[in-house]
Nanobody, 125 residues
Framework: QVQLVESGGGLVQAGNSLRLSCEAS????????MGWFRQTPGKEREFVAA????????YYADSVNGRLTISRDNAKNTVYLQMNSLKPEDTAVYYC??????????????????WGQGTQVTVSS
């Protein structure tokens, strides 16, 4: 069974940190760019961060640049999102996803498939 499973979400106060994990089962992530996206009720799912298949290139939304860091461990088939200096506006369900095309990465959610079930992040003020 091919799936992505996110974990690490929770409730934190503003200014604190969380680390999200996204573990794949049923296939290897090692030749795929990976992305993190987030969604709040009534809004479109938006891009947060992406990482190239080898980890050498990373991309961030302007709203999170400098506070969130995406990384990966291909040996563990896992992608991470380190979230520092969290703000109430970071509150959302966070999803990871695999890029459709091997050895490619992008900011466009339509370029991704195999979405995880999401993990809730809530930041209180």
């Amino acid at each position: 069974q091919v799936q992505l499973v996110e974990s690490g979400g929770g409730l934190v106060q503003a200014g604190n940190s969380l680390r999200l994990s996204c573990e794949a089962s049923g296939y290897s992530l090692s030749n795929r760019g990976m992305g993190w996206f987030r969604q709040t009720p009534g809004k479109e799912r938006e891009f947060v961060a992406a990482i190239s298949w080898g980890g050498g290139r990373t991309y961030y939304a302007d709203s999170v640049n400098g506070r969130l860091t995406i990384s990966r461990d291909n040996a563990k088939n896992t992608v991470y999102l380190q979230m520092n200096s969290l703000k109430p506006e970071d509150t959302a369900v966070y999803y990871c996803a695999r890029h459709r095309v091997p050895y490619s990465s992008s900011r466009q959610k339509d370029d991704y498939d195999n979405w995880g079930q999401g993990t809730q992040v809530t930041v209180s003020s």
